[in-house]
């Protein structure tokens, strides 16, 4: 039988494209707001991110370690000078009529010159080291910035996802609330039972409890974004809307991968290679060249000393060989094959991992696609089902909880599809991170 028109609870005009319509409510809203693009969000986090800002002085640090390493192969030139005072010296007698008088106030200035001739290799590998190493830290900043990048995109794609779940929420509670209300009335006029009322109202609660926890997330995500750029988010401040681009494709499985994690990984061989041939220098002898020019009073090259300034010269060649060490120089070598033999398992390691990575990233970029698809189905479904419901309600031909259940449905619907249109978004980011693309796409951003 029919209800009363008198309290007969009004139908609930949901059009049919109510998720399309919800979205241009929230673009007229979100007009009189600052939308703040994820660009913004990036350039400020790179600029405030303390560990690449560690990360490029790390490269300054090789850098210097560079220019010394090339500096051990040029001439060193240097400069001694003394003043001294001696006493206790006596005056030396050798004959009956030959009296050498002792000089207690001597003098020297004496500049000289030092040019490695052969040293077994061990410059030219630690120039080699060094530059590997320098190397390898400006990549390491590369996979940095990507790494800030990629948590800057993240924490900006969960703020837009909270943000407008937040939307379609109040949404959610204002249509519960209008429900309530006339289920309120209708009890009052003896309508419907208590436990349909006590049915819509723990609804109505379990809705503002989402809407809550949504808000909160909000705030985890402005705080997150503060933290990051180091900069006061706007209260006006909103995030872009999570939007699918239509001509967006994964990467193939044959795609080349640009990580700047795998170059360093690779340099951090050369370098560890380059020690490994330094450290064996030390078998060889260490051949240079060094000249000199001193003026002395006295010249303790000459004999007798006389108090007075004379000069002296030379130029000769330096060869040293350390023939017996104990075992040293080979402990030295067998340390450095074993640090080489690391960097290559750590390389090896590392590209596994980023192997891994890309599928992963993969299968989420696709699993997020394919749930866009079935969410917006599902949300016509549920706004269609929701009529459905309401109208068979109010011809006494369903039961209120299945119109408690359609408009719950409803909700899960819009929150769903809000969650995968983010999610693309975020495995994208993801992807683009795991194959170095998100390096490229960055590369010139300070």
């Not at 681009?245 to 994690?261: C, F, K, L, Q, Y």
């Not at 089902?385 to 109208?391: E, G």
Request: charged share 25%; net charge negative; aromatic share 6%.
């Amino acid at each position: 039988m029919k209800r009363s028109s008198m309290f007969q609870v009004p139908r609930f005009k949901l059009p049919i494209v109510l998720c399309a319509a919800f979205a241009v409510a929230v673009s007229s809203w979100a007009g009189e707001l600052t939308v703040t693009s994820p660009n913004k969000i990036v350039t400020e986090t790179l600029a405030h991110n303390y560990p690449l800002k560690v990360s490029a002085q790390n490269v300054d640090v090789y850098a210097a370690r560079h220019r010394q390493a090339k500096a051990q192969a040029y001439p060193t030139l240097d400069v001694k000078a003394q003043a001294a005072r001696y006493q206790g010296l006596e005056d030396a007698t050798l004959g009956p009529q030959t009296t050498i008088e002792a000089v207690e106030d001597r003098y020297s200035a004496s500049i000289g010159i030092t040019q490695p001739l052969y040293t077994g290799g061990r410059i030219s590998n630690q120039k080699r080291g060094a530059f590997s190493r320098k190397s390898a830290a400006e990549q390491s900043l590369g996979a940095t910035k990507a790494d800030t990048v990629l948590a800057a995109l993240t924490t900006y794609w969960n703020w837009s996802k909270a943000h407008y779940l937040v939307q379609s929420l109040e949404a959610a509670v204002e249509r519960t609330e209008a429900h309530a209300v006339d289920m309120r009335n209708q009890h009052e006029a003896g309508m419907v039972t208590d436990n349909d009322l006590l049915a819509t109202e723990v609804q109505l609660d379990q809705t503002r409890l989402l809407l809550e926890d949504a808000r909160n997330r909000v705030a985890l995500s402005r705080s997150k974004i503060e933290f990051l750029t180091g900069n006061p988010l706007s209260e006006s401040a909103v995030p872009e809307e999570a939007v699918v681009p239509a001509d967006m494709a994964t990467p193939g499985t044959n795609s080349e991968v640009h990580r700047p994690e795998m170059i360093a990984g690779a340099l951090d061989v050369e370098a560890t290679e380059a020690q490994q041939q330094s450290t064996k220098s030390d078998f060889y002898p260490q051949l240079s060249l060094s000249a000199r020019y001193e003026q002395a009073n006295p010249n303790v090259m000459d004999f007798p000393l006389a108090d007075e300034w004379k000069y002296d010269a030379f130029a000769g060649v330096t060869l040293s060989w350390n023939l017996l060490d104990w075992g040293l120089t080979r402990a030295k070598a067998a340390e450095a094959a074993a640090q080489t033999e690391q960097a290559r398992l750590r390389l090896k390691q590392l590209e596994e991992q980023i192997t891994l990575e890309i599928r992963e990233a993969r299968i989420n970029l696709q699993d997020a696609s394919s749930r866009v698809t079935v969410t917006e189905r599902a949300c016509k479904s549920a706004e269609r089902n929701l009529q459905a419901a309401t109208d068979l309600w109010e011809s006494g031909l369903a039961r209120h909880s299945d119109v408690l259940d359609a408009m719950a449905q409803l909700t899960d619907a819009q929150y769903q599809l809000i969650a995968a249109q983010a999610d693309v978004l975020l495995a994208r980011a993801a992807l683009d991170h795991a194959t170095g693309e998100i390096s490229r796409q960055y590369a010139e951003t300070p």
